[in-house]
């Protein structure tokens, strides 16, 4: 189904797992942002080289394809805990590691719920493929950071919310409806969420840290620990 007839609307989405967990969320921590990172703890390891291998869609990443840790994030852009991370984590690690060669970082998408259940997180995921000028991770980030602007239990017009953060990134009324219309969009998230299960993941945020996984979200210290111990 095309996302632009979808009934992207407060009472819709709250109808999905994605959206429910993230009410539960923000009714727990009040503000929403009070998570707590814990220390990760290895739950396996994956064939690195394997998972660095590009599928069907091209990686959206940051940093050089050289550098001595890689790390693959699965995320969802209505997951809280991914929020909190894109919010209190990933800019303080790009400019400690990925800014300075250290690290090559890779987003990956892993929706949680269905398209059905969750349009919101498609929606989002598909507008930053379609980014004016290609697959955006600057536009996904921002959706990460304004998550609770979009996504949050108080929104009402999740399309209206979206569309408006969206022209900020360049794209226009038209983009846009071209964008959430695209289907082909919709089998390549999946595609890519399907390939995340034959590395493990099976929630998110997921990371795949030069072949060990870790699952749940990270405070710049744990992940900084990680990192250091393998330069």
């Known amino acids: 189904m095309p996302m632009s007839d979808m009934l992207l609307t407060k009472r819709h989405l709250l109808g999905g797992a994605a ?9 727990a921590t009040g503000a929403g942002n009070a998570f707590a990172a814990t ?16 599928g069907k869609s091209p990686d959206m990443a940051v940093g050089d394809p050289n550098a001595k840790v890689k790390i693959i994030e699965y995320m969802s852009t209505t997951c809280p805990h991914c929020a ?8 303080a690690i790009k400019t400690k590691y990925i800014d300075t060669g250290k690290v ?33 991770v600057p536009l996904l980030e921002t959706f990460m950071k304004q998550q609770m602007q ?9 399309r209206a919310s979206l569309l ?24 390549d998230i999946n595609a890519v969420r399907a390939r995340g299960v034959t ?13 060990k996984r870790y699952s749940g979200d990270m405070s710049v210290e744990s992940m900084s620990t990680i990192i250091d111990s393998m330069l």
């Not at 959206?19 to 009714?27: D, H, I, P």
């Not at 220390?39 to 590009?54: I, K, R, S």
């Open 164 to 187: 408006q953060i969206s022209k900020i990134a360049g794209f226009t009324q038209d983009s846009f409806e071209a964008c959430l219309n695209n289907g082909a969009l919709v089998d």
């Open 39 to 54: 220390a990760p703890t290895q739950e396996g390891t994956v064939d690195m080289a394997q998972a660095l291998q590009p």
């Open 104 to 136: 090559y970082f890779i987003i990956r998408e892993f929706p949680i719920a269905s398209q059905d259940q969750d349009p919101a997180a498609y929606a989002a995921f598909m507008l930053v493929r379609c980014a004016p000028n290609g697959p955006s």
């Open 19 to 27: 959206l429910g967990a993230l009410a539960m969320a923000v009714a």
């Open 199 to 211: 590395f493990g993941v099976n929630g998110t945020p997921t990371f795949l840290i030069n072949g």
């Open 150 to 158: 979009w996504a949050g239990p108080a929104v009402t017009d999740v």
């Open 84 to 91: 909190h991370f894109a919010a209190t984590t990933f800019d």
